[in-house]
């Protein structure tokens, strides 16, 4: 379908002088008045409807292109967000924001989810892009939501994406609000644990969670999630603190992978 759509909008002035020469030739062979006439609504008719059609092609695929354009715009504003969020909290506890600069930018590669990954090893998804040459093993990938996880192998146009929610995966995480590292893992079901939080240290449900950035693998400040449970144990040494990931992975269409720019 999309290819005849194509396809008329594509050819749309070669259609409507074929048009032109049907009914021209139509007229001319026929005499009668009132067919002259119908023949001219018709006319009128087919040319209108032609320019109707195609207009609403093009309006179609410039759409979708401004959509695509303002979804990867919405990732980076939000990604920017991010920073500034940090650079707020970081404001108040030193008092002298000039202190403090981000330095590193980052390219977003857009990728569509096309499907699970087919390694049963990993716990990801299956990536599609046709600028997946210039992504490289262990880039970050994220939404606006948040971090996604990380490629961990390429093949020709595609990538596999290991998630958060691998038994294996691990990120270095900074609670925004107080500053403290943790180490984020799979809590066995569809969240995450924050794990290595002493029994000493004030954790409150709500608290925001981010990439600390101790990692050649996820810059800092990309949004991880929100903490939902803390539990103190009395006979450990940690806490137990449960996370609701950033991003719902149930419903994941298209994800950002970060490319860091060379200076």
């Known amino acids: 379908m999309s290819f005849l759509l194509q396809f008329l909008s594509r050819f749309r002035d070669s259609l409507t002088l074929l048009v032109y020469l049907i009914i021209s030739f139509l007229m001319i062979i026929s005499s009668d008045a009132k067919i002259v006439e119908g023949l001219r609504s ?40 991010f920073q500034l969020q940090d650079a707020l909290l970081e404001n108040i506890r030193l008092r002298k924001l000039i202190q403090f ?11 569509k989810v096309i499907g699970y990954s087919p390694i049963d090893i990993v716990t990801g998804l299956l990536l599609s892009s046709e600028d997946i040459g210039e992504v490289t093993k262990n880039s970050a990938v ?3 939501d948040g971090l996604v996880g990380k490629v961990v192998k390429l093949s020709g ?26 180490m984020i893992a799979w809590d066995g079901g569809n969240g995450l644990f924050l794990e290595y939080i002493p029994n000493t240290v004030e954790i409150r449900p709500g608290d925001v969670l981010f990439t600390s950035g101790f990692s050649q693998i996820y810059p800092p400040n990309i949004k991880v999630g929100t903490v939902i449970q803390a539990e103190i144990n009395n006979d450990q040494l940690f806490q137990t603190i449960r996370v609701k990931p950033s991003v719902n992975f149930n419903t ?6 970060l490319k860091a720019e060379q200076n």
Do not use: W
């Open 252 to 257: 994941l269409e298209e994800v950002y992978i």
């Open 42 to 81: 018709t006319t009128l008719f087919s040319i209108g409807f032609i320019g109707k059609l195609t207009d609403s092609i093009s309006a179609y695929f410039s759409l979708r292109e401004t959509n695509h354009k303002l979804t990867e715009e919405n990732t980076r504003l939000a990604y920017e967000n």
């Open 101 to 111: 600069k981000y330095k590193t930018q980052y390219d977003f590669i857009p990728a």
């Open 157 to 182: 146009n595609y990538a596999i994406c290991q998630i958060l929610l691998d038994p294996n995966n691990r990120v270095s995480t900074r609670v925004q609000r107080n500053r403290e590292l943790g």
């Open 142 to 144: 994220m939404t606006s």
